[in-house]
Each structure stands twice: as C-alpha cells, then as structure tokens.
C-alpha cells in the first residue's frame, strides 16, 4: 500500500496527464499533421529528424499537402507551413494584425536577446533602406563598381595566365560585405579589416545565441538572453569602432546644414537624417548599421555564390552574358542604366535563386489571433508560420523542367513588353518568393539584385571560371536554411583578350 504522499504524488500526475490529455486534443495545432513524431517528448527527436533532413520532409510534405498545411517541430515550437502558391498568396495577404511578419522575426531569431533591444522597437533602417537607399542606388553604383574591383583584385590574385583557387563562399562573403559597405558607411570603414569581422561574424553570433536560446524554455529565455555574450560582444566592439564616425557625420551634417553640396550619399547620411527625425539617439544609429549588415551580408553572399558556382561549372552560359554584359557597358558605362539593360544576367541571377535560394520556406508570419485557412487549418494565436519555398520553386505546374537550371528562362519570357516587369530578378509573386512576397518582401532586394548584378558582370568580363571537378558543388542545408557549400573552391584565370572592358 502507497504511503499518502506518493499517493498524492501519483494523482497529482494522474491530473496532469488527463489536463494534458484534453489540451492537445483541444488544441487545433495539433490536427494539423504532422511527418515526424510528435508526441511530447518525442517531438524533440522529430526536431532532431527535421534539422538533418528538413529539404526532403518539406518536398514530402509538399507534395502530400499541397493546396493544405502541415506542421514542422522545432527544438522549441511547432511550425506551420502552407503548401503551393494559392496558400502562399493567402498569407502573404492577411493584415499585420492577423499575421505578422515582424513579431515572427522576433521569435524565431529572439531578437531581442541576439541583437538589441532598441533597435527592434525603433526599427530606423527599415525605411532607409525602402527609401533613401533604394531611391539612389544609380548615384551608389560607381563607386560600387570602384569597389568591387579593387576588392576583386585583392581578394582574386590572378595574376599573368595562372589560374588560381579561391574559397568561394568565404571571398564573396568578404566581397559583398567590401561593396555593401562602401555604400553604407564609406571607404575607409569599408576596408578596415575590424569593421569587416563584426559585420561577417555577427550573423553566426546571432545564431549561437539562437541555438541557446532554442533550449531554453519560454519563462527562463528573460533570465538567459541577457546573458549571451556572442551578440553583446560584438555591439560592443561595433560602439567602440564606430560610434565616433556617427558622431563626426551628425556635427558635419548639423553644421552644414540640408544644403551642403558635398553631402555624403550614403546610407549613414540616410540614417543620421531619419534618427533625427524621429528624434532617436547616436546609439540607434550605430545599431541600425550593425543590423543592416545583419540583414544584407550573409542573403547577398549566399546568393552570389550560388549564382557563381552555377557560371564556373557550366562555361557555356558565359558567352552570351558576356556579349550582353559588354555591349551595354559601351553603351552606358558602368551605371545602374546598363545592369538594367542585362536582362539575361537578371536572368541568371532569378533562376540560380529560384533553384537554390536561401531558404527553403518563406514569408514567414507569427499569428496573433486564430486563424482560419481558407482549406480550414486553424493557425492558433502564438504559431509560427510560413509558405514552403524550395519545392514550390521546383514544381512543374510553376515552371517547365523545374530540375534543369535554364540560366536564360525568365530573359526569354520577358521578351514580351507585357512581361517585362514580371519576371524580372525583383519581381515577387505566389510562386517566386525567395525574397519573401507582400508588404514585408525584403525591401533591400533591389540594392542587393544592382549589386549582385555588378559583381558577376566583373567576373564575367574580366576572369575565366571554372570549379575544381568541373561540377556545380552540392548546397549543404542547414535545418530550413540553404547554404552553398562552404567548403568548395573556384578557380580564376584573368581574361586576357584586348578590350575587356574593366570596371
Ligand atoms: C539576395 C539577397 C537577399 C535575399 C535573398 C533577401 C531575402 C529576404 C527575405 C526572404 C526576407 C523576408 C521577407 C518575408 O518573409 O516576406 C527579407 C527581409 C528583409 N531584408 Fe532582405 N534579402 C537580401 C538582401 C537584403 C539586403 C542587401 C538588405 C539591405 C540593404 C536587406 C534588408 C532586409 C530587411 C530590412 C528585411 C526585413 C523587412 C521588414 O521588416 O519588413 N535584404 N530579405
């Protein structure tokens, strides 16, 4: 016979597990189906299952439940995913008050605790970068273009007729953030070598500190996040770096005043301008740097190289962009005016993102209230959710042979004036969301498509390329998001045919 207090013990678990019980089978997450186990407990396993096989559940799921929605666990939530462009559009068009990008950014990269505060609530660069940055991307682009090839000649020593092998993902990670920064914050920040470390590092000391935070429960992630140190470390060798150019821009701008000829056209301008007129603090400003490179470095580099390895392993897509890179170059010189004209590089760049991309879901929203699909999934409030990218973009009922990488398809399809705009590199639709779709779709992707566009066309001008086995390397997937290998080399010889046209 038990003793009262194990018996009390015993009913007390009794209780919990009836409680329990009633909670999953009220609860409508849990009729939405599911590919791993999902049992308390066993759902971490599932986590595990889906962090190492997540490209062949979601093409799984995908197929199953295309038209519908199913569910993926990670260490700390469930997930919801819609399947198929109509349910993309769906989401994507339910107002902020049902679905919300912003608070789903939050809780799935724990901003608060892995970048700061301030900067969450007073989100300044978001309309700099929609506006100011974006408005003037053809005064940014010379000096872009001076940037790239006196990085690309540092970071790409060849020399004479030698080939030589460069790590790919790491160069263009270092190239992108070079260019990017030029038009962010000038030369002389753009090339110091500390600046460039806390701008490459910081997405993985973001990532650390979500990997911790992925562990710990939701009522302790308030007593942990304060003390992650990865994120902290590096704001505050980013204050030290940077906060006195802010403070010099702030005196030269006030005291110059909105007439100064010589204005620098760049994003810290933008942001100095926008702090004051919302009247936040020099260390706003210093934040909003720091996440703009958060958000622009590691998508841009990732998209490059992908698009790279696409160009050295299959050499004969090289000639005709390179007809089209150099004729509109003689024509309108290095300019915004003449990547507009390269609609097959545009091309290139749309189908390398449509068959890799970064991630392989998108448009990624947290409900705040129930919601109801329109094929009757019930999103409760608190779930995250999003629309699986990477199948959508290799289903035949969207594009024709969605397996062969066809670098000239959305060229050819623009042909037509009516499509012009449709399906160029920018361009969002329900079955092209690589860039997100809708209100939140990423606003930096035109700067980002004008400097993409700006790098090939040097490489393409200037260097051969090929890859070590002559074969595109393998992505890796790293959970949802796809990562192209890290690991591979490319190799690069200088052209040199009299007449390339050098940036
Ligand atoms: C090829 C490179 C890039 C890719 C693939 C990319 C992709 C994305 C995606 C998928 C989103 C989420 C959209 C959604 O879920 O609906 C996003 C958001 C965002 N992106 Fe990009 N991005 C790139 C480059 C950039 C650059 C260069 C910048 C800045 C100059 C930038 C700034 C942002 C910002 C600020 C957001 C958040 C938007 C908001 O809060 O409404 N991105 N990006």
Not at 84 to 98: F, N, S
Not at 215 to 222: A, D, M, N
Not at 497 to 503: E, K, P, Y
């Given at each position: 016979?038990?003793?009262?207090?194990?018996?009390?013990?015993?009913?007390?678990?009794?209780?919990?597990?009836?409680?329990?019980?009633?909670?999953?089978?009220?609860?409508?997450?849990?009729?939405?189906?599911?590919?791993?186990?999902?049992?308390?407990?066993?759902?971490?396993?599932?986590?595990?299952?889906?962090?190492?096989?997540?490209?062949?559940?979601?093409?799984?799921?995908?197929?199953?439940?295309?038209?519908?929605?199913f569910?993926?666990?990670?260490?700390?939530?469930?997930?919801?995913?819609?399947?198929?462009?109509?349910?993309?559009?769906?989401?994507?068009?339910?107002?902020?008050?049902?679905?919300?990008?912003?608070?789903?950014?939050?809780?799935?990269?724990?901003?608060?605790?892995?970048?700061?505060?301030?900067?969450?609530?007073?989100?300044?660069?978001?309309?700099?970068?929609?506006?100011?940055?974006?408005?003037?991307?053809?005064?940014l682009i010379?000096?872009?273009?001076?940037?790239?090839?006196?990085?690309?000649?540092?970071?790409?020593?060849?020399?004479?007729?030698?080939?030589?092998?460069?790590?790919?993902?790491?160069?263009?990670?270092?190239?992108?953030?070079?260019?990017?920064n030029?038009a962010?914050i000038?030369?002389?920040?753009?090339?110091?070598?500390?600046?460039l470390?806390?701008?490459?590092?910081?997405?993985?000391?973001?990532?650390?500190?979500?990997?911790?935070?992925g562990?710990?429960?939701?009522?302790?992630?308030?007593f942990?996040?304060?003390?992650?140190?990865?994120?902290?470390?590096?704001?505050?060798?980013?204050?030290?770096?940077?906060?006195?150019?802010v403070?010099?821009?702030?005196?030269?701008?006030?005291?110059?005043?909105?007439?100064?000829?010589?204005?620098?056209?760049d994003l810290?301008?933008?942001?100095?301008?926008?702090?004051?007129?919302?009247?936040?603090?020099?260390d706003?400003?210093?934040?909003?740097l720091?996440?703009?490179?958060?958000?622009?470095?590691h998508?841009?580099?990732?998209?490059?190289?992908?698009?790279?390895?696409?160009?050295?392993?299959?050499?004969?897509?090289?000639?005709?962009?390179?007809?089209?890179?150099?004729?509109?170059?003689?024509s309108?010189?290095?300019?915004?005016?003449?990547?507009?004209?390269?609609?097959?590089?545009?091309?290139?760049?749309?189908?390398?993102?449509?068959?890799?991309?970064?991630?392989?879901?998108?448009?990624?929203?947290?409900?705040l209230?129930?919601?109801?699909?329109?094929?009757?999934?019930?999103?409760?409030?608190?779930?995250?959710?999003?629309?699986?990218?990477?199948?959508?973009?290799?289903?035949?009922?969207?594009?024709?042979?969605?397996?062969?990488?066809?670098?000239?398809?959305?060229?050819?399809?623009?042909?037509?004036?009516?499509?012009?705009?449709?399906?160029?590199?920018?361009?969002?639709?329900?079955?092209?969301?690589s860039?997100?779709?809708?209100?939140?779709?990423?606003?930096?992707?035109?700067?980002?498509?004008?400097?993409?566009?700006?790098?090939?066309?040097?490489?393409?001008?200037?260097?051969?390329?090929?890859?070590?086995?002559?074969?595109?390397?393998?992505?890796?997937?790293?959970?949802?998001?796809?990562?192209?290998?890290?690991?591979?080399?490319?190799?690069?010889?200088?052209r040199?045919?009299?007449?390339?046209?050098?940036?």
């Open positions: 016979m038990l003793d009262p207090t194990s018996q009390a013990f015993y009913a007390l678990g009794l209780v919990l597990a009836v409680l329990y019980y009633f909670h999953r089978r009220t609860n409508p997450l849990y009729s939405i189906p599911s590919l791993v186990p999902s049992a308390p407990l066993i759902s971490y396993v599932g986590a595990v299952i889906y962090a190492k096989n997540a490209r062949k559940l979601l093409q799984e799921g995908y197929e199953k439940y295309k038209g519908s929605a569910r993926i666990p990670m260490l700390d939530r469930w997930v919801v995913v819609v399947c198929g462009a109509t349910m993309a559009e769906e989401l994507r068009k339910m107002p902020d008050d049902q679905m919300s990008f912003i608070e789903a950014a939050e809780e799935l990269v724990q901003t608060k605790y892995t970048i700061t505060e301030d900067v969450i609530h007073h989100p300044i660069h978001i309309p700099v970068i929609r506006g100011p940055l974006t408005r003037n991307i053809a005064a010379p000096d872009m273009f001076d940037e790239i090839a006196v990085a690309a000649n540092e970071l790409v020593p060849a020399r004479g007729d030698e080939w030589v092998t460069i790590s790919a993902y790491s160069t263009m990670t270092q190239l992108v953030a070079r260019t990017s030029r962010f000038g030369t002389t920040m753009c090339r110091n070598k500390e600046y470390d806390i701008v490459i590092g910081f997405t993985t000391d973001v990532a650390k500190g979500r990997l911790v935070l562990f710990v429960p939701p009522f302790l992630k308030r942990v996040g304060p003390l992650l140190p990865w994120s902290r470390n590096a704001m505050r060798r980013f204050r030290a770096l940077v906060t006195p150019v403070v010099q821009r702030q005196r030269e701008l006030e005291r110059r005043g909105k007439d100064w000829a010589e204005k620098p056209q810290l301008t933008w942001l100095v301008e926008e702090a004051k007129a919302v009247g936040g603090s020099t706003l400003i210093v934040q909003a720091l996440t703009s490179n958060f958000v622009a470095t998508t841009s580099s990732s998209s490059l190289t992908h698009a790279l390895y696409h160009i050295a392993a299959n050499p004969e897509f090289v000639e005709p962009l390179r007809q089209e890179i150099e004729s509109a170059i003689k309108d010189g290095w300019t915004k005016a003449a990547l507009g004209k390269m609609m097959k590089l545009d091309s290139f760049m749309r189908e390398s993102q449509r068959m890799n991309g970064i991630s392989g879901i998108s448009v990624i929203r947290k409900a209230q129930n919601v109801k699909l329109s094929d009757g999934t019930i999103v409760p409030a608190g779930t995250i959710c999003g629309a699986v990218s990477f199948a959508m973009h290799h289903d035949e009922d969207n594009y024709a042979d969605p397996e062969v990488f066809n670098p000239f398809r959305f060229s050819d399809m623009r042909a037509e004036e009516s499509e012009r705009v449709k399906y160029q590199y920018v361009n969002t639709s329900p079955e092209y969301i860039f997100g779709h809708g209100k939140h779709a990423c606003p930096g992707r035109f700067f980002a498509a004008n400097e993409l566009k700006a790098v090939l066309a040097h490489f393409i001008l200037n260097y051969e390329m090929k890859t070590e086995d002559g074969r595109r390397p393998e992505d890796r997937w790293l959970g949802t998001a796809i990562v192209p290998n890290p690991d591979a080399n490319i190799m690069f010889k200088r040199q045919t009299a007449g390339v046209i050098a940036a």
